[in-house]
């Protein structure tokens, strides 16, 4: 846990000097498969994550990179899941979008649009049986609040009363679809009040607006032992994924939502409180050198024998 300002904005800068290499591995060939990148959108992870304890569970979405490096799975084996190998966070067969570390209770990474909010709710109905005093966080975007698995998942989990802290990360875009063009209400705390769930919003730009209202809403959880919703307003500055070639955004919306990043909100915040900007390039170049060496160490790490292919796989005839 990073409680003071700089350790977050060094988590901030970890996230997107690593996702920024990843675009560049990513458009030579030397990353495949799918990447959504959630530059713009650090904040949120951060500042949420931050106060979650080790035992507390996480699940995310495709959009996780942040999540797994804010909860402290080593960059490394990020980056060599991202090139496929045996070294990765996930053994190299999720690469970018099924990162999974049970070491910190990281349950993924799910290519499912609101397939972890069930997984959420089942992990915190175990933990309830088992009367084990855990929290599990559920990252999603806005796009999941129109599938009906985040209705039911909600539903349960308040007339249950289980202990997940369901965060929104509302970005205004499910990939093309704009919120406001799909939702006939765009109040989101207002869907998950309706099924008796304390809900707020906050300035998903700023990581000490999230941070305090993350505090809050997980205190609240534990209190009650029930759920809470939090929305956090972000954007994300890139594309959908690396497929997208973008059209349906005006590059002024982009240029707008820039003039509030997260790493610049977070800055100014350090120079109020006397942090130079000597100290904020320092560690720029440590982060830089982080992501160098795991790019170095994924790209030399081991990719499996194809051999190997069935391991793991549960067939008709193996349970024979
Ligand atoms: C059930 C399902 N439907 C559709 C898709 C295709 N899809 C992938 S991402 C996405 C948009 C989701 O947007 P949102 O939930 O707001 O998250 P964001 O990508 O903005 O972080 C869609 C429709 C999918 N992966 N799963």
């Not at 560049?24 to 304890?53: C, K, N, P, T």
């Not at 999974?100 to 069930?118: D, E, K, Q, S």
């Not at 084990?132 to 909600?154: K, L, N």
């Not at 809470?228 to 959908?240: M, P």
């Amino acid at each position: 846990m990073t409680t003071d300002l700089l350790g977050r904005y060094r988590t901030m800068l970890r996230i997107r000097r690593f996702e920024e290499r990843c675009a560049e591995l990513y458009s030579a060939e030397r990353i495949r498969g799918f990447v959504h990148l959630y530059i713009g959108e650090e904040a949120v992870a951060v500042g949420v994550i931050d106060h979650l304890r080790e035992d507390d569970a996480i699940v995310a979405t495709y959009r996780e990179h942040g999540h797994a490096l804010a909860r402290g799975i080593p960059m490394d084996a990020v980056m060599a899941e991202m090139f496929g190998r045996v070294e990765g966070v996930s053994g190299g067969r999720g690469g970018s979008m099924h990162l999974f570390h049970a070491a910190t209770r990281f349950y993924g990474g799910n290519a499912i649009v609101g397939g972890g909010l069930p997984m959420a709710v089942g992990l915190a109905l175990a933990d309830r049986m088992r009367d084990r005093d855990r929290v599990t966080a559920c990252f999603f975007g806005e796009g999941a609040m129109a599938e009906g698995e985040f209705h039911e998942s909600i539903n349960l989990a308040a007339l249950w009363g289980l202990p997940v802290l369901f965060v929104c990360e509302n970005n205004l875009y499910a990939m093309g679809t704009a919120l406001a063009r799909s939702e006939s209400e765009t109040n989101l705390p207002l869907k998950a009040a309706a099924y008796e769930v304390p809900a707020w919003s906050c300035d998903g730009m700023d990581v000490e607006a999230v941070s305090d209202a993350a505090e809050r809403a997980i205190a609240l959880v534990r209190d009650s032992g029930g759920p809470v919703f939090l929305e956090a307003r972000t954007f994300r500055f890139r594309a959908h994924s690396m497929y997208d070639p973008d059209r349906y955004r005006d590059k002024s919306e982009i240029d707008q939502w820039k003039t509030r990043d997260p790493l610049l909100v977070a800055a100014a915040a350090l120079r109020e409180r006397r942090i130079d900007d000597a100290a904020l390039a320092a560690v720029d170049h440590e982060v830089m050198a982080e992501v160098d060496a795991a790019v170095s160490a994924a790209e030399a790490g081991t990719l499996e024998d194809p051999s190997d292919v069935g391991r793991f796989v549960v067939s008709a005839r193996s349970r024979e």
